[in-house]
């Protein structure tokens, strides 16, 4: 472990990617969160970095959809993500599962960098129970929607 900690706003955002979030008037909870990015801040502390939106609880997960995704994550710096995929089984049933990205780009990150994310993200996934994928990406290729789509049918 690096000593880097997970800041408490992790696991609220974790909490609403999962479980969705109360409305106005109350009702059930809706899952409006598609990603949530985090970043290491001054070497010190796992913080919500951005979010991303659905437009509606029931928006389908398009390639598009992933697009947004990865356009949001930086060029030359490490991330962590959580990201809610929907994609057909293999037997052709919906599924949804909140999926861990840790995004390390080899060839435009600082060694010093990658060391700390790669040794911190435990911290995050204490926070985080119930992941229930994993990708490391160290490259764009790593991250084509048809791989991510094969990876999360096995």
């Known amino acids: 472990m690096s000593g880097v900690k997970a800041h408490e706003e ?13 409305q106005e008037g109350g009702g059930k ?8 990015m985090f970043k290491i801040q001054d070497r010190k502390e796992i913080v919500v970095e ?12 398009t390639e598009q959809t992933w697009k947004t995704f990865v356009e949001a994550l930086p060029e030359d710096e490490p991330r962590y993500a959580l990201v809610d995929i929907d994609y057909l ?20 990150t600082k060694v010093k960098d990658r060391m ?3 040794s911190s993200k435990d911290a995050l996934k204490t926070v985080c129970k119930g992941i229930m994928k994993e990708i490391q990406a160290n490259d764009h290729g790593d991250l084509e929607y048809a791989t991510i789509m094969d990876y999360m049918q096995k």
């Open 50 to 61: 951005k979010q991303g939106k659905k437009e509606a609880e029931d928006e389908e997960f």
């Open 10 to 22: 992790c696991k609220t955002h974790y909490e609403l990617i999962q479980m969705g979030e109360e």
């Open 29 to 36: 909870k809706k899952k409006m969160t598609r990603f949530v």
């Open 89 to 108: 089984s293999v037997d052709g049933r919906k599924q949804s599962k909140l999926t861990f990205i840790f995004w390390s780009p080899d060839d435009k």
């Open 116 to 118: 700390i994310y790669a």
